[in-house]
């Protein structure tokens, strides 16, 4: 690994780097005097002799074509070498949209020679030239077609690349390398690329300044940029010649990163660069022992609150790992009975209950004076109490404050009632707990409470039914008594994501790296039986996700509120929301491929819990069933900041590209019938949609 360690572990592609090459027709020895002398994973090499065009090509006496002048035979290196180390450069000179005729054929005919031999050759990547002008159509019609028999290419500007993969159809294995220059673009426009496929940063040698010492180093903003990329997994090209003077290499500058000592007349001329890239990506902050535990999940798909289950799904892309089981879905809240395994995930979120702890001995203390608490006993009810965190918590609270309590805890899973059973016989709770097996919408309570519990958020705030549940269990309340939580909104926010939006077609294999010799039929033997989905259906389910490879394109906006108790005779939880979000003019164009979602609840007062970027409840461990992560990313954050549930995502069935000054305009609608509640979303302007899961035909939560 040219970077090194990062804090000890890491595992992402973004540890390799690379070098851009001449073309070289000695391929042994350019890998050779690269990855031995100059330390880098890998090339990325030309092909094909830049002096070779086809028209001039001249046929031989016996009907026979001359041999291309590739860079040597497809045995100067073993099969491994070739996919493992060598990225492939396409022709620079090519430009299929010129005027001139031959220069187009000639183009059009030795991008499909390069590509047909980068394929005999097994090169887990090709890097195309950008298009020499604003037209590409028939560069990208070329492309197209190539790209539907063969894997993985990247392309180059974003007005270019876009209007690219539009032609391409968003082929999901169409990627982007970005040229990094000495002049950077605003923060909101290099933001947009955090929700691209980009796979490569190539950094020319002239974008480095020299320090002191004489040695290439980066602005403070490229540095930013750089640390971003590697932070997502995206690998660095070194490109160029050295145009540094660097000193002459004294014994103790001769030792490279590794420690490795380097003889100085063996030095690779860009080792310096590499150098500096190994420095910025070894001093970037290890992985917090939490967010390696979530790597799994990032921009994994979840499918919630759905009746049916994948036949498997692939959580890693680097071990191709298949779970054979449905407990990465969500549940039906009222239809489905927890897992055990599900409880004790949830039960782990010790600032969840930390807040709800906070919650209650704050309502206590209102509830009850000083004066009255050695005297009055508060009656509490947990409605939806599964396992018992949150009966632990309340008893917890009122220990703290010197309160008495009487507590029906109400279960509607028996599995969950035998451990609240136990519980209760273990901790000695049983004159003061009562356990209820029963639906909290069919339990005719004994007496009136004065405090109703519940902990039946989802990753939209709404999304599991509380509104629902809590309707029909208020009933036990008295008209001043007090409900944890008190209220709760959902948020949603427009983003690129790319990779979520083409991971709702269901992938037939896991991406595999460039850099590991690993055969690619092999690696997805098994993930060849997965069924891919063109359809309605999977555009229109909304999808819990720990989003990272993501472009947060404007601040998010309030959706749908609740707030309980709710004693209004002419209540409904439908509600409809028209948003207007206007991007930062100096983002450019970008694209829009769905919307995240989140949400904030008041659980008493002044104590919060939520996931909405701008205010979430900081150290809370993440859910895997049902919520997931979000993290306040402004630009390139590179540290985890505000754990939580994971995000929920509403994708668009066909990308809305914005425009600077151009606002986007979104309605969305959460509808209940006689037996199911569902959401349904569109975008009116700047260019309309169809309305998504009409009438719940798609995604919907039964009641």
């Avoid at 054929?105 to 097994?122: F, G, M, P, V, Y």
């Avoid at 993969?165 to 909101?188: I, K, W, Y």
């Amino acid at each position: 690994m040219a970077l090194g360690e990062r804090g000890g572990w890491d595992k992402s592609e973004s540890r390799y780097c690379g070098v851009e090459t001449d073309f070289n027709d000695d391929m042994p020895h350019l890998l050779s005097f690269n990855l031995s002398s100059g330390g880098f994973d890998f090339v990325v090499a030309s092909l094909m002799d830049p002096n070779y065009r086809p028209s001039l090509m001249e046929k031989d006496i016996g009907g026979g074509s001359h041999v291309l002048p590739f860079a040597g035979s497809d045995l100067v290196l073993s099969p491994s070498q070739w996919s493992s180390h060598v990225v492939g450069k396409i022709s620079s000179w090519i430009d299929l949209d010129s005027e001139d005729e031959i220069l187009r054929t000639d183009s059009e005919t030795t991008l499909k020679q390069e590509i047909s031999w980068a394929s005999h050759l097994s090169l887990q990547a090709c890097l195309l030239p950008s298009p020499k002008g604003a037209s590409c159509a028939n560069y990208a019609r070329c492309v197209n077609q190539i790209l539907q028999s063969l894997n993985n290419m990247q392309g180059d500007s974003w007005e270019l690349w876009n209007s690219f993969r539009l032609l391409c159809e968003h082929h999901s294995q169409l990627s982007v390398a970005l040229d990094v220059l000495s002049s950077l673009p605003s923060a909101n426009s290099l933001g947009r690329w955090l929700g691209e496929p980009v796979r490569a940063a190539i950094i020319h040698t002239d974008s480095f300044l020299t320090n002191a010492r004489g040695y290439p180093c980066l602005s403070r903003r490229h540095q930013k940029l750089i640390t971003g990329f590697l932070n997502h997994s995206i690998q660095v090209v070194i490109s160029g010649k050295l145009n540094h003077g660097v000193p002459s290499v004294s014994l103790d500058s001769a030792l490279d990163h590794t420690g490795t000592n380097v003889e100085s007349s063996q030095r690779h001329s860009l080792r310096p660069y590499l150098d500096y890239i190994a420095y910025l990506y070894q001093r970037m902050d290890p992985l917090p022992e939490q967010e390696r535990f979530e790597l799994s999940y990032r921009d994994f798909l979840q499918s919630p609150l759905q009746g049916h289950n994948p036949l498997f799904h692939i959580i890693s892309d680097e071990f191709c790992t298949i779970e054979f089981s449905n407990y990465y879905l969500s549940f039906q809240p009222l239809m489905d009975n927890l897992e055990a395994q599900t409880y004790e995930t949830f039960e782990k979120d010790s600032v969840k209950y930390i807040q709800y702890q906070r919650a209650i001995g704050n309502a206590l203390v209102d509830r009850v004076p000083d004066e009255e608490a050695s005297s009055l006993t508060t009656v509490l009810m947990v409605v939806g109490a599964g396992r018992g965190p949150l009966v632990r918590a309340s008893l917890q609270a009122a220990e703290e404050t010197g309160r008495k309590l009487k507590i029906y805890a109400v279960e509607k899973n028996p599995n969950a009632v035998v451990t609240l059973h136990s519980l209760v016989r273990l901790e000695g709770w049983e004159k003061t707990v009562t356990i209820v097996s029963c639906d909290m919408r069919c339990w005719d309570a004994p007496e009136k409470a004065d405090i109703l519990v519940s902990e039946l958020l989802g990753s939209f705030g709404d999304n599991e039914l509380s509104p629902e549940c809590l309707d029909g269990a208020q009933r036990f309340l008295k008209q001043d008594g007090i409900s944890i939580p008190s209220s709760y909104t959902s948020f949603i926010q427009p983003v690129t994501a790319s990779k979520l939006h083409n991971d709702v077609i269901p992938c037939l294999c896991a991406q595999v790296s460039p850099l590991e010799a690993i055969s690619f039929s092999s690696k997805c033997a098994l993930a060849l039986q997965v069924k891919s989905h063109k359809d309605v259906v999977h555009f229109e389910t909304a999808y819990v996700v720990k989003v990272h490879s993501v472009a947060r394109l404007a601040p998010c906006e309030p959706v749908f509120t609740f707030t309980h108790p709710n004693f209004s005779t002419k209540k409904s939880n439908q509600r409809y929301k028209k948003l207007r979000f206007e991007i930062p003019s100096d983002t450019g164009s970008a694209m829009v491929h769905g919307f995240a979602g989140y949400f904030d609840a008041m659980l008493y007062k002044d104590v919060h819990l939520g996931i909405e970027p701008s205010t979430a409840t900081p150290n809370m461990f993440s859910c895997c069933a049902s919520s997931s992560v979000c993290f306040v990313e402004s630009y390139f954050d590179t540290g985890l900041q505000i754990p939580a549930w994971f995000a929920i995502f509403f994708p668009l069935r066909t990308p809305v590209c914005i425009r600077p000054g151009s606002p986007l305009e979104v309605h969305f609608w959460r509808c209940c019938g006689s037996t199911k509640v569902w959401y349904e979303w569109c975008v009116a302007s700047p260019n309309p949609s169809p309305v998504h899961n009409s009438n719940g035909r798609s995604y919907w939560v039964g009641l």
